[in-house]
């Protein structure tokens, strides 16, 4: 799959470019190098939006990859944005609180992705917007945790 990044809120769009390899499962896949993802641009502080338009969501879904955004927009209500990375995490605060949503951020299951996700909650929590950090187990992802053999685990 290949998804334009741009940052939320004014600035250039796109401002990269991403290709992940998907399973027919929906699970992560690799290309005949080894790799899961090519990027190309700037996906600092950038997303991809999966889902209805903003202004019609219920919620916001924030993931750290396109792979696990896919798959939490496949499986709960509102929309999902797909983080270039969680270092662009704090750079989403201020334009995710003017939608004025509830936001569920979707860590990997790792110290850093869960740093990154508490940070962003907390900045969430400082503008006024309710906000839940998914509980993603010990090295598993969104998309790992969608994949086969395993249940789906909605905790939005």
Do not use: Y
């Not at 949503?101 to 850093?112: S, Y």
Request: hydrophobic fraction near 40%.
């Amino acid at each position: 799959m290949i998804a334009a990044f741009a940052p939320l809120g004014p600035g250039p769009a796109p401002s990269g470019v991403q290709c992940v390899h998907i399973g027919p499962d929906g699970s992560p896949a690799t290309d005949r190098d080894g790799l899961g993802k090519r990027s190309h641009g700037s996906m600092r502080g950038a997303v991809c939006l999966i889902g209805d338009p903003l202004p019609e969501a219920v919620r916001v879904h924030v993931a750290e990859g396109l792979a696990d955004a896919l798959a939490i927009a496949a499986r709960c209500d509102g929309v999902a944005l797909a983080a270039g990375g969680t270092s662009g995490f704090p750079r989403l605060a201020d334009p995710l609180a003017t939608l004025s949503l509830p936001v569920t951020v979707w860590p990997d299951g790792d110290p850093e992705g869960r740093k990154a996700a508490q940070k962003l909650a907390e900045a969430l929590r400082a503008r006024g917007l309710p906000v839940h950090v998914a509980p993603v187990p010990d090295s598993e992802d969104p998309a790992s945790m969608a994949g086969p053999g395993n249940e789906w685990r909605n905790t939005a």
